[in-house]
Structure formats: C-alpha cells, structure tokens
C-alpha cells in the first residue's frame, strides 16, 4: 500500500479478518481502525482503537468510552425536533459539548462561526488557538481535546452527518472534495469578515426556521 501510495482513512474489521496479524498490518496504515463490539466481549484484547458504545443521551448526543478512554460522541437526530440529520443553533440554545470528556470524537461534521472566543483547542494532534470571527470545521472522527471555558464562548454551530448530504447529492465523496474537510494539508480553520458571514448566518437562521417548523410538501 505503502509503495502504491495507498492511504485508507478508516478501516472496519467484521468477523474472518481479525486476525492479530491482518489486525496489526491495517491498523498501521489507516487513520481510524474499529472492530465490532461483540469481538471485544469475545476476549479479543489485542485491538486498541474500538468502540465500545453505551445509549446515554447528551445534549441530543450521546457518548460512548473506546478502550483508549476516548468517547465517540453520536449525533441524534431527535436533537432538533425533527427527522434530519442536521441542526443549528446558537450557543446560547444549546450548551455546548466540549467538556464532556477530556477527548472525544464526533460522528458528525462541526461547523462553528465564533463571535466570541478564546482558549485553543487539539485537532488531530493540531493546535487551533480560538479567536473572535473565525470559522471552525471539523471532520467526523478527528480527535478533538478543547481548553477552553464555555460561559466564554459565543457562535452558532451547524452540524450534519454525511448521510444527509448524500440524501441530496449523487457524488458520495462530495465533503471528500471540499478543501476544509477530511484532510490535513490546509488549516481547518478561517477568518470571516462581518460582511462575510452574515448572509451565511442568515441563512442557519432560516434553516433553523424550518427545522422548527417544518413545511409540510402535499
């Protein structure tokens, strides 16, 4: 893989490739490796990176801890109220998550337009110090560890899983292809002017709308 330039972002193992071996060789040569849970209750001990999941509900997320003390943090789609695997929302409407646990993943995309912050934040090993009218996106999966004091922090927040784009958009790897996402060659991160962001403000403003109130398409 190495010599092709092959490179996998994430890998799942299902039952006749657990091998400590063949377990070994993908681990080394993805980003994110897991392996059903029900291989783990089988006494399969030699996987680090797996998931083991509980259903408590947080904040319309819930999370669960991995062998590595790492939640996964799940979106729900009955956090906005409604069947969509997307929502919005100021800070001020929802609380945020970034002291649920030292260090988490989200199986969901993060975008966050900062009015007010400070403190920094560990992106898949990256430091990110918050500053006032930036723009943060953050990948599915990326490891996140947040220093910073919410009652500090004011944006609004749009999150989605791929799902819901592919619902509307042919092109499966369409979020592969955008420069902010699932990469790591470019800053995750940029800075807005206020005639920047305000049309895109306006337009979670309306898309919360109708999340609230849905219309209804006889």
């Known amino acids: 893989m190495v010599n092709a330039g092959v490179h996998i972002y994430r890998a799942r193992m299902d039952c006749g490739s657990c091998s400590e071996e063949i377990v070994s060789i993908v681990e080394s040569h993805c980003k994110l490796f897991y392996i059903p849970v029900s291989f783990l209750k089988k006494g399969i001990?030699?996987?680090?990176?797996?998931?083991?999941?509980?259903?408590?509900?947080?904040?319309?997320?819930?999370?669960?801890?991995?062998?590595?003390?790492?939640?996964?943090?799940?979106?729900?789609?009955?956090?906005?109220?409604?069947?969509?695997?997307?929502?919005?929302?100021?800070?001020?409407?929802?609380?945020?998550?970034?002291?649920?646990?030292?260090?988490?993943?989200?199986?969901?995309?993060?975008?966050?337009?900062?009015?007010?912050?400070e403190g920094y934040l560990f992106l898949a090993g990256e430091r990110i110090?918050?500053?006032?009218?930036?723009?943060?996106?953050?990948?599915?999966?990326?490891?996140?560890?947040?220093?910073?004091?919410?009652?500090?922090?004011?944006?609004?927040?749009?999150?989605?899983?791929?799902?819901?784009?592919?619902?509307?958009?042919?092109?499966k790897y369409f979020m592969y292809r955008l420069l902010y996402c699932y990469q790591h060659d470019y800053p995750t991160w940029f800075d807005l002017t206020e005639e920047e962001v305000r049309p895109l403000l306006n337009l979670l403003g309306n898309m919360k709308k109708e999340l609230r109130e849905p219309i209804a398409i006889i």
């Open 45 to 117: 001990t030699f996987v680090s990176k797996s998931y083991k999941m509980r259903s408590k509900d947080t904040y319309g997320i819930y999370n669960g801890n991995t062998a590595e003390h790492i939640s996964l943090l799940k979106y729900s789609k009955s956090s906005c109220g409604v069947d969509f695997l997307l929502n919005t929302a100021e800070s001020t409407e929802k609380r945020g998550w970034f002291d649920t646990d030292k260090r988490y993943r989200t199986d969901f995309f993060e975008f966050y337009f900062f009015r007010k912050a």
């Open 129 to 171: 110090d918050l500053h006032p009218d930036m723009l943060l996106v953050i990948s599915p999966f990326q490891l996140q560890e947040w220093h910073v004091e919410i009652d500090k922090l004011d944006y609004t927040f749009l999150v989605f899983q791929d799902e819901f784009v592919n619902q509307f958009l042919s092109d």
